[in-house]
């Protein structure tokens, strides 16, 4: 049995922005939209899933060689819809799916070193909160981000059979196992995204049935230091059913808006084939490198389901990769992502020329490029199991050559830092308490560290101070109260923390804790008044990971949270009477931040 249980909150707002300049720029104003109904109101959605699943499965030898497997599963799917603003009833509702699956299967070994299988399997899937609140072809979405209405789509149930072989064999000192099989995938009821005529809009459907069904084959070959690898599938995904669907911008529409679709139609956004070919060597027992070559197949743009458009051309790219074990936990790591900087689009669909006429645009398709040229470093490490630990103990070979000296910890340190933080803010009135609740904010950050450890046997104590300049803030609007109405704004642009460190070194490996204080810069003022600025004083509590590269230099992965108490405004940031004092004359803002970052040091001394 199974169950999982997901509570989830949506929320989004529309700010009045203008398109300017070549490439065309946007620049907000400020105002946030705050109106009763329409695609660009405030939206909060509450969303309580609960997926429950009863099952069983049995392998059963019939001989030496066939085996047979069966199995079935009960599914039971509720997802419950509320308009928590109470701006759109048409979101709430609640929507229950339930289906069982059975499922049967056999293997036969034609030879010791070859398998023949083949499977039958139906499976469901509920529709998913976002496109049970898009699903209204008469009040569609902006774009998926405004949910406006909740009425039913039915699950979609996929019925599966597939057949194959598989085998390993011997092959110069070094083993080649491969696998060949073909697929039949029915999917009925399926789900779809739809252009709707108005401009940036879209909705979800269901566009009866589907059929994906191809081959896939994959091959490995171990041999000493080698470690070779293949696979290719190829997918032939079209519809079974005549539909009318929109698609206005599609220059291949009727004058209604609308495409036609046959059955043998292909599916849009998905590559016909995808093709992979690697290897990885092993240079000497702590460094690897390998390299691979994708290469993927062309794809119908999305809205061009009547297939009457070129399609999104194929590409390839080569990836590099390499690392490095610095003990039996810990590793650096390098990645190169398209190596050759190749130029290719991974995605397409269509828009309205029209919408920014300065530009002359007549070409109504648009691409998403692929990745540039990338390079990534970094770190990696697990922890050792205890029982490892004692069984190291246990069976202690006799080195051959001296072991370096450990690394100690002890030392003053210099380096720089820089991350991400997420977090929220929410803002309390003075005169009623009412509370805008939690909303988002989000930025990056970057500065410097100083610091210093002592290290005592394995433990390691130090202290850390730090100071960043950061990008970090959000705004919510809320309609439940007056506070906020038009948009609340809570924003940082530098912070400092002051801390002590405690941790337990694994030689070269060092895992911390760390707790302090905090020191920040608090923005905040509604979006048409000046801004109020005020420091604050908080505290901050985090944990960490440290790794010695070479020499002096060590890097390091770091999670902080960050509470910065209560700031507090007055004149700017009270809602103002016109024929009097302020309604509201002193507001509470709360900010607080969880902090992802890494970061470079450099010890003093040996």
Same mark, same amino acid.
């Given at each position: ?54 099952? %069983? ?12 497997? $069966? ?5 039971? /799917? ?13 979101? !709430?509702?609640?929507?229950? *799916?339930?289906?069982? !699956?059975?499922?049967? $299967? ?21 529709? @998913? ?7 209204? &072809? ?33 092959? %110069?000192?070094?083993?080649? =196992? ?8 029915? =999917? ?9 005529? #108005? ?30 690898? %293949? =696979? *290719? ?44 070919? $690697? ?58 992502? !398209? ?13 309205? @020329? ?36 004692? /069984? ?63 290290? #005592?046997? %394995? ?33 940082? !642009?530098?912070?400092?923390? /002051? ?14 804790? @760390? ?62 009477? &016109? ?7 002193? #507001? ?19």
């Amino acid at each position: 049995m199974s169950v999982d249980r997901g509570l989830v909150q949506f929320s989004t707002t529309s700010e009045l922005s203008t398109i300017t300049g070549v490439p065309p720029l946007v620049q907000g104003f400020g105002l946030f939209i705050d109106q009763p109904s329409g695609d660009v109101a405030p939206v909060g959605l509450g969303a309580t899933t609960l997926y429950t699943g009863l099952y %069983a499965t049995d392998t059963f030898d019939v001989t030496p060689r066939l085996s047979v497997t $069966g199995g079935g599963r009960f599914n039971f /799917a509720q997802i419950t819809l509320t308009d928590e603003l109470g701006n759109d009833p048409l979101l !709430n509702g609640s929507h229950d *799916y339930m289906h069982f !699956n059975p499922m049967i $299967g056999a293997t036969y070994k034609l030879t010791p070193n070859v398998t023949v299988y083949g499977d039958f399997s139906e499976a469901n899937r509920a529709p @998913t909160p976002l496109e049970l609140g898009c699903s209204n &072809p008469l009040q569609p979405c902006l774009i998926d981000n405004a949910l406006v209405g909740d009425p039913n789509l039915n699950q979609v149930v996929t019925y599966t059979f597939e057949a194959g072989l598989r085998g390993h064999f011997d092959i %110069a000192k070094g083993q080649l =196992n491969w696998t060949v099989g073909a697929y039949h995938a029915l =999917n009925t009821d399926d789900i779809i995204n739809v252009a709707s005529p #108005i401009p940036g809009h879209e909705y979800f459907q269901n566009a009866g049935d589907t059929l994906r069904q191809g081959i896939e084959a994959n091959a490995t070959y171990k041999w000493d230091r080698w470690n070779l690898y %293949a =696979n *290719y599938t190829y997918v032939d995904a079209t519809f079974r059913d005549y539909l009318t669907l929109s698609s206005p911008f599609n220059p291949y529409a009727n004058a209604a808006g609308n495409i036609f679709v046959v059955p043998g139609d292909h599916l849009t956004g998905i590559p016909d084939f995808r093709f992979k070919l $690697g290897g990885e060597y092993r240079i000497t027992d702590p460094w690897k490198f390998g390299a691979d070559l994708n290469i993927i197949g062309s794809q119908y743009l999305v809205g061009d389901e009547s297939n009457q458009n070129h399609k999104v051309p194929a590409y390839w790219v080569v990836n590099l990769h390499t690392s490095y074990k610095l003990s039996e936990q810990v590793e650096v790591f390098g990645l190169v992502r !398209n190596l050759f900087d190749q130029h290719y689009y991974t995605y397409g669909t269509f828009f309205d @020329t029209t919408t920014t006429p300065y530009l002359n645009l007549t070409d109504p398709r648009t691409f998403l490029p692929g990745m540039p040229f990338t390079a990534y470093v970094g770190v990696r490490g697990t922890l050792a199991a205890e029982g490892q630990a004692f /069984a190291a103990d246990r069976t202690q070979l006799v080195p051959t050559k001296a072991l370096p000296p450990p690394f100690n910890w002890t030392g003053l340190y210099l380096g720089v830092n820089g991350g991400y933080s997420f977090g929220g803010s929410d803002w309390t009135d003075s005169v009623t308490g009412g509370s805008t609740g939690n909303f988002g904010t989000s930025g990056f950050l970057f500065g410097g560290t100083l610091g210093a450890n002592y290290q #005592i046997g %394995a433990f390691v104590f130090g202290v850390e101070a730090d100071g960043d300049w950061t990008k970090t803030g959000g705004f919510g609007t809320f309609t439940a109260t007056s506070l906020c109405a038009g948009g609340c704004l809570t924003n940082s !642009n530098w912070l400092a923390t /002051a801390r002590g460190r405690f941790g337990y070194a694994f030689d070269r490996f060092l895992a911390y804790g @760390t707790a302090g204080a905090a020191f920040g810069n608090v923005q905040a003022n509604f979006s048409n008044d000046p801004v109020s600025s005020t420091t604050e004083l908080g505290w901050t509590v985090g944990a960490g990971v440290e790794v010695a590269l070479a020499a002096n230099w060590t890097a390091k992965a770091e999670y902080l949270f960050v509470d910065l108490a209560n700031g507090s405004c007055t004149a700017d940031c009270a809602i103002q009477n &016109p024929n009097g004092p302020p309604l509201i004359p002193n #507001i509470a803002v709360k900010f607080n931040e969880s902090i992802v970052r890494a970061g470079v040091n450099y010890k003093f001394g040996s």
